[in-house]
């Protein structure tokens, strides 16, 4: 007698479904939620920006630098706060995770401006959004990605220095750059990364930069993006073909429209944050709530190899994340790059599901 299989079957539902079988059940079913759900964020309007009028009443900062936040609302205990790198905005940095982070509860992007950016102005909102989410009895996950995993250890860091005590279930930082020599080491002549190329000038002269500049940054990012988007039979095997022309049209178009004084501001505040150091004054911990780093395996082709962030979390994590672990993601078919959450969906994917499941747990809680 013949061996029992599922072939025929599996062959028939592919037919169907125009899916071929190998490919994991969870992606078919993922991408089956995106046709009858398509991702609909919309802007949320809140009563609540006593920090954010406060800035802007200052002076230091105008409203044309104010992040755009969106919301998809969902029930559940955990509603996350996404925060993406210089590009793509935060909506399309977590576009696979978008169904798993909706399963946790709302889901809230800051996206970045695209003719200015202030951090003050940043940290504000954030300031506004957790307290009104805490008024609600609901204490939000912070995800943070590349430059937005920078933002969000700068906004521990000043609430820690101001005293302030949002209560938040925990924190994830993917590949974080949290400051300049991240990128570009300060004695290094001629950085050796495309990106560390396309940022340096801006790094250097600051607004002094030349205008013509910009559009050689904006060929870089636009080359390294369409560079991993010609891996065809990867994306298919990763999202239907409305996802992906969602996901290209939308990144491309951030990365056009980020004019260049979006891109001096963006860049103007990433030197200003500060190093983060276990041997300084600054403050200890950042925050008692659990917390997850996860770096690529191949984190080169970004972070350069003196990284101080990578350096003192690798080291010294316990220091400023009492709850923390740190992660290296491997695995698949080819390296992990930086902040890779498209292409290696499934390798980011674990860690961060057994983290959130942590988050609702009853040792979480108190932890937290």
């Known amino acids: 007698m013949s061996a029992l299989t599922l072939g025929p079957a599996l062959?028939?539902?592919?037919?169907?479904?125009r899916f071929t079988p190998p490919q994991p059940l969870h992606t078919f079913l993922r991408t089956t939620g995106y046709k009858l759900r398509p991702p609909r964020p919309l802007p949320h309007l809140s009563s609540f920006t006593c920090a954010r009028d406060a800035v802007l009443a200052s002076g230091a900062?105008?409203?044309h630098q104010l992040a755009t936040l969106l919301i998809e609302k969902r029930p559940g205990p955990v509603p996350t706060i996404v925060l993406g790198g210089f590009v793509p905005?935060?909506?399309?940095?977590?576009?696979?995770?978008r169904g798993f982070f909706l399963k946790q509860g709302s889901v809230y992007y800051l996206n970045y401006p695209r003719a200015g950016f202030s951090l003050d102005l940043i940290c504000a909102q954030l300031d506004?959004?957790?307290t009104e989410l805490n008024r609600q009895g609901q204490r939000p996950a912070l995800f943070g990605v590349s430059f937005g995993a920078g933002l969000v250890i700068e906004w521990l860091r000043r609430s820690r220095l101001a005293g302030r005590s949002h209560e938040i279930a925990g924190t994830t930082l993917v590949s974080p750059v949290a400051c300049a020599a991240d990128i570009v080491a300060p004695d290094e002549p001629k950085p050796s990364t495309l990106i560390g190329r396309a940022l340096k000038p801006f790094l250097d002269a600051g607004s002094a930069v030349n205008p013509g500049v910009i559009e050689k940054a904006r060929a870089i990012f636009t080359k390294m993006f369409e560079a991993g988007a010609q891996n065809q039979a990867s994306l298919r095997a990763l999202?239907?073909?409305a996802e992906l022309r969602h996901l290209h049209s939308h990144v491309i178009?951030?990365?056009?429209?980020?004019?260049f004084t979006g891109a001096c501001e963006r860049l103007s505040a990433l030197r200003e944050l500060?190093?983060?150091s276990a041997w300084d004054d600054g403050p200890r911990p950042l925050s008692t709530a659990p917390t997850l780093v996860l770096y690529a395996e191949k984190e080169t082709a970004v972070l350069h190899e003196r990284s101080p962030t990578r350096a003192a979390l690798a080291t010294t994590l316990s220091a400023f994340f009492p709850a923390g672990t740190l992660h290296v993601i491997g695995g698949g078919t080819s390296p992990v790059q930086h902040a890779s959450l498209i292409f290696h969906y499934f390798q980011f994917l674990p860690p961060i599901t057994a983290f959130y499941r942590g988050l609702k747990s009853s040792k979480f809680r108190l932890a937290a």
């Open 11 to 17: 062959s028939v539902f592919a037919a169907f479904t």
């Open 61 to 63: 900062a105008g409203t």
């Open 89 to 97: 905005d935060a909506t399309e940095q977590v576009f696979l995770l």
């Open 128 to 130: 506004d959004l957790v």
């Open 239 to 241: 999202m239907s073909a």
């Open 253 to 259: 178009s951030a990365i056009q429209s980020i004019d």
């Open 274 to 276: 500060p190093a983060l």
